[in-house]
């Protein structure tokens, strides 16, 4: 397995402003996702963090909203840019190891409120 | 439209008793079918993983079934535990690899002392 930290746990944010979300894995992993979690909703993917290139981002999700880097295997970040109140959600980080069939093991995640 | 529907939404059980949880998909091709738990504040712990093969599968008080032919998939929890309160999420993929997981809404689970 891996063990994942995010920071921050939680945030509370003014609209208009963006949040920066840490993701620490203690092992060099091949995949990093990044996933929205909408209160009662079910995870949505918003995009693939790629080391060293831009990330592979689903529909509906667009860099300059949220920009992610991976500047190597065991670190990323994602950037929820300018916030509005539709932004408050749970974001986590999850990563695939090729050993473990396909098997994401997930941070914490990050409880965001957007005011 | 969620490929993934899972019943009931939330339930309450006593301490002690047994429940079961309900998993639908739609998703084709598919791979592998996982369980999740999460606790409240917390990311999503994997239970179980099943592929097209296999019927059941067992982590300790949590048994997992699948039927591949009529797509349902059950989560049993044998005399459950105050610890056992927490969301239940049924994942499926519809290839051997890690992207493009189809998650369902979870039920909500609340053990009562």
Redesign the interface.
């Known amino acids: 397995s891996a063990v ?1 930290s995010q920071k921050p ?1 939680r945030d509370i944010c003014q609209r208009g402003t963006s949040l920066t979300i840490q993701c620490q894995v203690d092992s060099q992993v091949t ?1 990093m ?1 990044w996933y929205r979690q909408q209160p ?6 918003i995009a ?1 963090a790629n080391q060293g290139s831009e990330a592979t981002y689903e529909s509906g999700f667009v860099i300059d909203k949220f920009p992610i880097s991976r500047p190597n295997l065991t670190f990323s970040t994602l950037t929820v840019s300018n916030l509005s109140p539709e932004d408050s959600s749970i974001y ?1 980080c ?1 990563v ?1 190891l090729r050993q473990s ?9 990050t ?1 965001l409120l957007v005011l | 439209k969620n490929q993934v529907e899972q019943s009931p939404q939330s339930l309450i059980i006593l301490e002690g008793k047994n429940c079961t949880l309900q998993c639908n998909y739609t998703v084709s091709p598919f791979s592998n079918l996982r369980w999740y738990k999460q606790d409240t504040g917390r990311g999503p712990v994997s239970l179980t993983i099943m592929t097209f093969s296999e019927n059941t599968k067992s982590n300790g008080r949590y048994t997992a079934t699948l039927d591949a032919d009529t797509k349902q998939s059950s989560l049993h929890i044998t005399a459950s535990q105050l610890s056992d309160s927490a969301s239940y999420i049924c994942v499926v993929s519809p290839t051997d690899s890690w992207g493009k997981l189809q998650f369902g809404a979870g039920t909500q689970v609340v053990v009562t002392p």
């Open positions: 994942i746990s995949m996702f009662g909703q079910s995870l949505t993917l693939t986590l999850s695939g069939r396909g098997t994401q093991y997930f941070g914490p995640g409880r």
